[in-house]
């Protein structure tokens, strides 16, 4: 889409939206009675498919743990995708686009405190039929408007119930319509094993959103949830996975990121355990967006931390590519990252015993340890110096950044910098004068795609 300003993701997202709705004001679509589907659930529903869409795609959007990248769907003849992935695009708030994200319903019989979906909302509220859901999603595949579905629920009835209406859209995609395409299923926690065994089986991804990192704020704040049971579905889909020939199902999970006191140093410390144990791919960040008035929460009028979510996408990548540990990154006195520095430079000024580092002589671990240096420049670096030894210059012209690495290394026993090796020093001039502002909520975005933190 080439859409990388915000402006234009904006300019997309609005086009895309307003194709896609013009389209289904075309369609007539037979709508059965949602009472039987929704049995007990008394507010008004949209009824027209225009209407559904709007609402149910609008309930979505936040929820952020649904990134296709990386998906390889080989094999099947309609919906197949390259070896680069399904390619994905952002809206203008950040959320992905390129598949049709959409709840299933925003109806919900629960009450989490921090969900625009609750019970006690006074929302317009809505609700696909599976049939309707898998007929929308290969229109919109074969139309090109979309490669995929991003699938997930407010709960209606029961678990179990919801999960069913979800495998059910998702057994008419795969075997009546052959849809070979990307499907991401939220799994619902508390559904049975016996269920995620099947929507495991035809999903590309599956997630489930812890949410809070807690115990303690989870039973404050989201009553009908443990964390035994939103852990239960993933572990559910991990052991399912290890028991099949194929590869295990790539898995996800949400994590609301300001709306309780949980510090970095706690949330940092559940991923690490989550990519370790449970086997995640990713865990998502979300700043949280208060939407309802509790005392328990932050106020309506409060930001959502942006920048907190933007170092913990940076420290993320560090734990999954970069060989750091969670206690590495984030101290357990202060237990929070620095929102002015990027978390591999706070590392590095708190262990300046390990700086400066010698360019020509460092092995591959220690370079992508240098701030400013990521996995690429650290090839670089090693495939330039087996011809000769480097020097500033030469790093330059093979592309590295030494904006922030000059302060922590020596090219030739060279350390170019007047600064002294110290904290104080080398925070001051890598900050400048300037304050850090609050990112749009798309920065974070530029530095996950390149990845060099
Ligand atoms: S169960 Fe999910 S949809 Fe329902 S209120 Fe809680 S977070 Fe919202």
Redesign the pocket.
């Known amino acids: 889409m080439g859409a990388d300003s915000p402006t234009m993701r904006g300019v997309c997202e609005g086009v895309l939206y307003r194709f896609l709705a013009l389209k289904l004001q075309r369609f007539h679509f037979e709508i059965k009675s949602l009472d039987t589907f929704f049995l007990g659930y008394t507010a008004p529903m949209a009824k027209t498919l225009f209407e559904k869409m709007a609402i149910l795609s609008d309930s979505a959007k936040y929820d952020v743990s649904c990134s296709s990248s990386g998906s390889d769907q080989k094999g099947a003849s309609l919906g197949k995708s390259h070896a680069s992935g399904i390619c994905h695009s952002f809206s203008a708030d950040g959320r992905c686009i390129s598949l049709l994200k959409v709840l299933m319903t925003?109806a919900?019989?629960?009450?989490?405190a921090?969900?625009?979906?609750?019970?006690s909302n006074a929302i317009p509220r809505a609700a696909f039929t599976p049939r309707e859901l898998a007929d929308i999603t290969i229109d919109f595949y074969k139309r090109n408007y979309i490669e995929g579905l991003f699938l997930s629920?407010?709960?209606v009835k029961s678990e179990n119930h919801t999960m069913g209406l979800l495998l059910q859209t998702l057994e008419i995609l795969r075997f009546e319509y052959g849809f070979g395409g990307y499907i991401h299923v939220k799994l619902i926690p508390g559904c049975d094993t016996e269920l995620i065994e099947k929507v495991v089986a035809l999903a590309s991804r599956v997630s489930s959103?812890i949410?809070l990192p807690s115990s303690h704020s989870l039973a404050l704040l989201?009553p009908?949830?443990t964390k035994e049971k939103v852990m239960q579905p993933l572990r559910a889909a991990r052991d399912i996975s290890l028991h099949k020939t194929s590869a295990p199902i790539p898995m996800s999970t949400q994590l609301i990121v300001g709306a309780t006191p949980e510090s970095d140093f706690d949330i940092l410390r559940l991923s690490s355990a989550l990519y370790e144990k449970a086997l995640l791919k990713r865990v998502y960040y979300s700043a949280y967006i208060p939407i309802n008035d509790n005392a328990l929460l932050p106020s309506t009028l409060t930001a959502p931390p942006l920048l907190r979510e933007h170092r913990l996408y940076q420290a993320d990548w560090l734990l999954r590519f970069y060989g750091f540990r969670a206690e590495e990154l984030v101290d357990e006195a202060t237990r929070k990252l620095d929102v002015d520095l990027d978390p591999k430079t706070f590392w590095a000024l708190r262990h300046l015993e390990h700086f400066p580092v010698e360019i020509n002589t460092a092995p591959k671990e220690v370079l992508v340890r240098i701030p400013g240096i990521g996995v690429r420049g650290a090839l670089k670096i090693l495939q330039a110096r087996k011809f000769r030894a480097l020097d500033h210059a030469m790093l330059s012209r093979l592309g590295v950044s030494l904006k922030r690495a000059n302060y922590f290394i020596t090219c030739k026993g060279v350390y170019q910098k007047e600064v002294p090796l110290r904290e104080d020093h080398i925070r001051r001039a890598l900050l400048g004068p300037k304050k850090l502002l609050q990112p749009s909520l798309f920065d974070w975005y530029q530095g996950m795609v390149g990845g060099e933190v």
């Open positions: 925003n919900c019989i629960y009450e989490c921090y969900c625009i979906n609750r019970a629920s407010g709960i959103n949410e989201a009908n949830k």
